[in-house]
């Protein structure tokens, strides 16, 4: 089947459906079956609605990224200092590639202003 027209709610074609779902017609699409010679109109309607937070941007696997380690917590800076991170005493910060970052389930730990370009060659 191919889509050929795809319409917001108040646009032409719409009236009637608008005026059974209201606010929860999201679109209409008019779908079309070439080999049935069938035209079918569908819709999009929200069924359900709640609070979401979308996922954080996956960073490049290379990408150094700054870490908050505090200093009472000795077993897992020993960890970071193992798997190559180098401390960066100008922003406070553990700085190590991404991907290791992952690998030792860090990723909570990611300070959001970006890293430095210097010092972390793991």
Same mark, same amino acid.
């Given at each position: /089947? ?5 319409? =917001? ?7 009637? %459906? #608008? ?6 017609? %999201? +679109?209409?699409?008019?779908?079309? *079956? $070439?080999? /049935?010679? &069938? ?8 069924? $359900?609605? &709640?609070? @979401? ?8 696997? *290379?990408?150094? #990224?700054?870490?908050?380690? $505090?200093?009472?917590? !000795?077993? %897992?800076?020993?960890? #970071? ?5 180098? @401390?960066?005493?100008?922003? =406070?910060? @553990?700085? /190590? ?10 990723? !909570?730990?990611? #300070? ?7 010092? +972390?060659?793991?």
């Amino acid at each position: /089947m191919r889509t050929l027209l795809h319409l =917001k709610p108040g646009q032409k074609g719409t009236k009637q %459906l #608008v005026a059974q779902y209201g606010d929860r017609l %999201l +679109c209409v699409r008019y779908r079309y *079956d $070439a080999q /049935m010679k &069938r035209r079918y109109k569908t819709v999009e309607l929200v069924v $359900a609605e &709640r609070d @979401w937070e979308p996922p954080s941007a996956r960073l490049p696997a *290379d990408q150094i #990224v700054g870490l908050h380690v $505090a200093f009472a917590e !000795a077993e %897992l800076r020993q960890r #970071v200092k193992q798997a190559g991170a180098r @401390w960066n005493p100008d922003r =406070k910060l @553990w700085e /190590m590639r991404y991907r290791q970052a992952v690998a030792l389930k860090l990723e !909570a730990r990611i #300070v959001a202003e970006p890293a430095s370009n210097s010092g +972390c060659r793991a």
